[in-house]
């Protein structure tokens, strides 16, 4: 069955320290594969997404994430996370036979230390 | 840019009433999503649309809950009667369509629903 794992529930961040969030996925073919941040009481905006190509995705706000097929892998990275950042991060895989609909992981509350 | 619209953003109701939630679309988006979000775990698909057709609703609550999207633009959540579980953040997401290029999904800024 498909499935997404975050194995982070939280992480705690120094302010001006790197990131890197978990991913990883069950999926029998090919994924595309998604990040989305939400803050406190809104939705959920992307971050960025894979579909094929390079395996080293840019996405908006400095974050980057890197597919590893071998390992069923797409962490999220940031070089340096600034407060702003606190948020909870969704990573979603794309199940192109079930009707395009995105298999949800549980989510990693990233906190930032001042 | 275009986004997805919902309204209202917050409801409080009491157990056993009734509550609609609104959402409209990204213009040209085909596909619209449902999403019930407990605090602190993803969102949880209630209904997909694709148009005004029901692509998939296995997971809605149909003694209680429906949706309609009666000419494929916007569209409409309805709780009746509310119950305390029914607490939670109600999302709404459009896709442009169902092929890859397309696949994002966007959110609109959510309904947070307190039944009392």
């Known amino acids: 069955a498909q499935s997404v794992t975050q194995p982070d529930i939280h992480i705690t961040v120094s302010e001006g320290a790197s990131l890197e969030l978990r991913c990883n996925y069950s999926y029998g073919a090919t994924p595309y594969l998604f990040w989305y941040v939400q803050s406190p009481g809104q939705g959920l905006q992307l971050l960025l997404k894979y579909f094929s190509g390079d395996t080293l995705v840019q996405g908006i706000k400095g974050f980057e994430a890197e597919f590893k097929r071998s390992q069923s892998s797409f962490n999220l990275r940031k070089p340096s996370v600034h407060w702003s950042d606190a948020a909870e991060y969704f990573c979603a895989v794309g199940a192109i036979d079930s009707n395009y609909q995105l298999i949800w992981g549980a989510g990693t509350k990233l906190i930032i230390k001042p | 840019e275009a986004e997805v619209a919902q309204s209202p953003r917050y409801k409080i109701t009491e157990k056993s009433q009734a509550v609609a939630f609104w959402c409209d679309p990204i213009s040209g988006h085909a596909t619209l999503y449902w999403y019930r979000q407990i605090l602190g775990q993803g969102p949880e698909l209630l209904v997909q649309?694709?148009?005004?057709?029901?692509?998939?609703d296995s997971q809605l609550p149909k003694d209680r809950f429906s949706a309609e999207r009666l000419k494929g633009v916007d569209s409409t959540l309805k709780i009746q009667p509310a119950e305390l579980g029914d607490s939670a953040m109600y999302l709404c997401?459009?896709?442009?369509?169902?092929?890859?290029?397309?696949?994002?999904?966007?959110f609109g800024p959510g309904t947070r629903l307190t039944v009392t």
């Open positions: 649309f694709q148009d005004e057709s029901v692509v998939d």
């Open positions: 997401a459009s896709q442009r369509s169902g092929t890859a290029g397309g696949y994002e999904q966007y």
